[in-house]
């Protein structure tokens, strides 16, 4: 498997947000990760990339655990904006090929000019929502086993959505999986092989996407709607 999580448990002070979570992700898959606000999705991934501590249990990825192996095959966009705005387009590329053996300049010089975005220009003369897309081309770019998205189309408009679906769907490195962490799960489900539902830090459904739509005659959404109702 490609990423296993075994008895996974994390706390913020008294707070339990991961509860025993146990999951295995094959290779070769677009996996949807979708839940609620607050329901422990952006926790479980900053796990995955080493960004916080596990109070229990393990995590492998590609059979190494969280450390600096993992990280060289793992590829993040996460939520919030975190390059430097006052670069250049061109600066940020060149640091990441200085800083990533797998990444691809001539991709993401490609990639950004499917999305029409200059080169040249600082981050900070771009909306919110062409910053997303610069991310994600970088993210894209390089040549990883496991991309993790969370929230990746969360500040684009609705027009922008299906080619930026597209950007995802083309690019990601052939045989790799995409963990997908979104609310927006009409407007992606039409890609996903996979859907695991998670709330209140408990993985509530893992399966696959047809069979679910086939089992219950409904899509991702209806069913997530009804799961998740208030």
Known sequence: MLLEIKNVCKK?????ILKDIN????SGKIIGLLGKNGSGKTTLIKLINGLLSLDKGEILIDGNKVGVESKKIISYLPER?????HKSVKDIIDYFGDFYEN???DKAYKLLDNLDIKVGD??????KGM????????????KAKLYILDEPMGG???ATRDYILDTILNNFNEGASILMSTHMISDIERVL????????GKITRYDEADKLRKNSGKSIDEIFREDFKC
Request: proline content about 4%; hydrophobic content about 40%; charged content about 35%.
């Open 12 to 16: 913020y002070g008294k707070k339990e």
């Open 23 to 26: 999951l295995s992700l094959p």
């Open 81 to 85: 904006n975190y390059l430097n705005v």
């Open 103 to 105: 990444f691809d300049k």
């Open 122 to 127: 600082k981050l900070s003369t771009m909306s």
């Open 131 to 142: 910053r997303e897309k610069v991310e994600l081309a970088l993210v894209m770019s390089r």
């Open 156 to 158: 684009v408009d609705p």
């Open 193 to 200: 092989d996979e859907v695991i539902f998670i709330n209140d």
